[in-house]
C-alpha cells in the first residue's frame, strides 16, 4: 500500500479543509459587518485591502515556487481578514498591506506554503506592524465616529482598556458596553457577545477542538485572579483582562490555527495552557499592552518540543499498559 504524506491540517471526518476555512471565513465577515455598523465603510476598505493584498501576494509566491495554485485554499482570505479585524479601524492602508505582505511573503511561504508555516501568519503580519508602527496599530477611534475612507484621519483617538490596565489603573469602561464592543478597541474583537457566540458555532461545527481555546482561557484567567493589576477584586480582574483587547478573539481565531498548533488533544491542552501564561506575562511586563499575537508566536516555537514529549509520555503509557497486560497473562498461566 502507498502512503502519502501530506502537511496539516489533517482532516479526519467529514468536512473537508474547504469546508473549515469557510466556517472560520463566515465567521470573520460577520465581525466585519460589525465593524460596518461601528465605523462605516472604511472598516471594510481595511478588510478588503488587507484580503487582496494577502491572496495576491500568496498567488504570486505560488507562481514563484513553480506551483500551481489551489483556488479553493482560502488560508490567505483568512489571514488577511484576521489581520484587519485586529486593527484599528483607522489604520492606514499602507499598514494593512505591510502586515499581509509580510505574514505571506516571510512568515508563511519561505517554509513551504499551506500546512507548512512553523509561526501563525496572521499573528506575525501583526506584531511587524505593531513594531514598525505601534503609534498607530495601538489607536483607536470611538465607535459611530465618522472615519472618512480616503484622506486625512481628524476623529479623535484614543487608548484600548488594556492599555490602562498596562499602566496599573482601572478602566472606567463599563463591562455591558465591552460586552456589546462599544469602546474603543481592534475593530472585530471588541464585541464579547458575538465572539463567544463565534467559539461556541466553531466547537459545535468541530472546526477547532475545545482542548485549546478553553485551557488557554482558563489559564489566562487564573493568572488574572491571583495576580490582578487593577486595585479591586480578582473577579474584576478576570473580567477586564479577558474582555479588553484581543485576547478572546486570538483565542478563537489565531490560537486554534491547525497547523501551527499540536496534534493530540493532550498536547493542545498544554500548549493551550502554555499560551495562557505566556499571554498575562506579556500582558504584565512586555512592552505592548496588546500581547496575544506576540505570546501566539513565542508558543508557536514550542509546539514541536510539546508534540515529542508529549508522544514520548503516551508511548511509555503503552509500554506500561502492555507489560502490565503481560504479566497478568503470565499470572493467570
Not at 479526519?12 to 470573520?28: A, G, Q, Y
Not at 492606514?92 to 498591506?97: D, K, R
Not at 483587547?245 to 486570538?250: A, I, K, R
Amino acid at each position: 500500500m502507498k502512503l502519502n504524506r501530506y502537511p496539516a491540517p489533517h482532516i479526519r471526518f467529514r468536512e473537508s479543509n474547504k469546508t473549515l476555512m469557510s466556517d472560520v471565513i463566515l465567521l470573520l465577515l460577520v465581525l466585519c459587518g460589525l465593524a460596518f455598523l461601528f465605523y462605516g465603510l472604511r472598516a471594510v476598505a481595511v478588510c478588503a485591502v488587507s484580503v487582496a493584498a494577502a491572496w495576491i501576494s500568496d498567488l504570486v509566491c505560488i507562481l514563484i515556487r513553480g506551483k500551481k495554485p489551489n483556488f479553493q485554499d482560502f488560508s490567505p482570505i483568512v489571514t488577511g481578514l484576521i489581520i484587519a479585524l485586529v486593527m484599528p479601524a483607522t489604520i492606514p492602508y499602507s499598514i494593512v498591506v505591510s502586515a499581509a505582505l509580510f505574514a505571506i511573503v516571510v512568515v508563511k511561504h519561505p517554509f513551504g506554503g499551506t500546512g507548512n508555516n512553523l509561526f501563525n501568519p496572521a499573528a506575525a503580519g501583526f506584531c511587524f506592524a505593531a513594531i514598525c508602527w505601534p503609534n498607530s496599530v495601538f489607536m483607536y477611534p470611538t465607535p459611530f465616529d465618522k472615519i472618512p475612507l480616503w484622506g486625512e484621519i481628524t476623529v479623535k483617538l484614543s487608548q484600548n482598556p488594556s492599555f490602562v490596565l498596562k499602566l496599573g489603573g482601572i478602566p472606567t469602561n463599563d463591562i455591558t458596553e465591552m460586552m456589546l464592543g462599544n469602546y474603543p478597541g481592534p475593530m472585530g474583537a471588541t464585541n464579547i457577545l458575538v465572539i463567544l457566540t463565534c467559539l461556541v458555532f466553531l466547537l459545535f461545527r468541530k472546526t477547532i477542538r475545545w482542548q485549546l481555546p478553553v485551557p488557554f482561557l482558563a489559564s489566562a484567567a487564573f493568572v488574572a485572579f491571583l495576580f490582578p493589576r487593577v486595585g479591586t477584586n480578582g473577579v474584576q480582574s478576570v473580567l477586564f483582562e479577558l474582555m479588553s483587547g484581543s485576547l478572546l478573539f486570538g483565542a478563537v481565531f489565531m490560537l486554534t490555527d491547525p497547523v501551527t498548533s499540536p496534534k493530540r488533544d493532550s498536547s493542545l491542552a498544554v500548549y493551550g495552557i502554555f499560551a495562557g501564561v505566556i499571554t498575562m506575562l506579556f500582558r504584565y511586563f512586555g512592552g505592548f499592552e496588546e500581547s496575544v499575537p506576540f505570546a501566539i508566536l513565542f508558543a508557536n516555537a514550542f509546539v514541536p518540543v510539546i508534540d515529542r514529549y508529549n508522544e514520548g509520555f503516551h508511548r511509555l503509557i503503552r509500554r506500561k499498559n502492555l507489560e502490565l497486560k503481560k504479566s497478568k497473562n503470565i499470572q493467570k498461566v
